[in-house]
């Protein structure tokens, strides 16, 4: 009767699938499954849209243990694009991102605090034009899963708000800060 039992129990032990536990993720900007957004009031009339075209990173997630987790973005700002040449080569100029002194700008988690139904706040310090400053991101998980090529992903979605005078960014009229959509899709390592 004991050799059954045990028999049973080892049975049931392996055939019940494994605990999701913590793993790391390169963010998967190769398959452009991943995009940092923004938009920002143009003199308070209307609403420019434009992206971050190049940037990289990594992020550590347990979903048994999300106050765990860890991100680490780089983003090249000499990517900035709203689909106007002009408009782009001026917000990378001195006047705004002052992209030949400040090529890059990064973002290093210090806390991430689950709240519940796939919900997060992201905290963490963003270094923009030379400037390092304290930023929270709400955060939503939106899954994870097997890959049809073999790996393993996990998504999220997030925004924050900045305010440009803290980064030492000039502004003009109204435009005094700008909106980040973020969402952030990452292949298992």
Known sequence: MKKQLLALGLLTAFSIPSIASAADYAIDTKGAHASINLKIKHLGYSWIQGRFNTFDGSFSYDPMNISASKVTVNVDTTSFDTNHAERDKHVRSEDFLDIKKYATATFTSTKVEPKGNGEMTISGDLTLHGQTK?????????GEGDDPWGGYRAGFSGTTRIELKDFGIQIMGESSYADLELHVE????
């Open 134 to 142: 304290p930023i929270a991101i709400d955060a939503q998980f939106i």
């Open 186 to 189: 990452g292949v298992r390592q």
